[in-house]
């Protein structure tokens, strides 16, 4: 295979499944991006095609000028998603404490931090904290 043919990405990004939120996927776009050797540019032309769903509509209602670099794109991007799925995770994160499921508890752990840092993004981790804790408390309570 010729290397010059290879490029390493992330999966697609979409707010409403992925398990990551949009600042780390970009850092696994990031860090794609070096593998490749990708410029600011690069970066710009490869990033909107692995957007889905509400990530490419809060990219395609950006302006010219709101896109024209890595950090501006990213921070417009965050900003606004960060608005949009607050209350879908805060939502999704009552959901998940009431139904633990039948995962792994590692799994269930990493699902409610998820949520929870999603519902709360302007807290601490140390504010998130409590939260995490008590939907643990539920779920453990509702299997009783």
């Known amino acids: ?28 776009f990031k860090a794609c991006a070096t593998a490749n050797k990708w410029e600011d540019d690069d970066q710009l032309n490869h990033l909107p095609p692995l957007l889905r769903g509400d990530a490419w509509i809060v990219h395609d209602e950006l302006k010219r000028n709101e896109k024209d670099t890595m950090v501006s794109l990213v921070k417009k991007i965050s900003f606004k998603l960060n608005i949009a799925t607050r209350m879908q995770s805060s939502e999704q994160l009552y959901r998940r404490t009431l139904d633990s499921g039948s995962e792994s508890l590692l799994t269930y752990q990493n699902d409610i931090k998820r949520l929870a840092y999603r519902a709360y993004p302007d807290m601490t981790a140390d504010q998130v904290a409590p939260i995490i804790l008590t939907a643990f408390i539920r779920a453990s309570d509702s299997e009783g």
């Open 1 to 28: 295979m010729d290397p010059s043919l290879y490029f390493a990405l992330p999966e697609s990004f979409d707010p409403l499944i992925s398990p990551l939120d949009f600042e780390q996927w970009v850092r696994k």
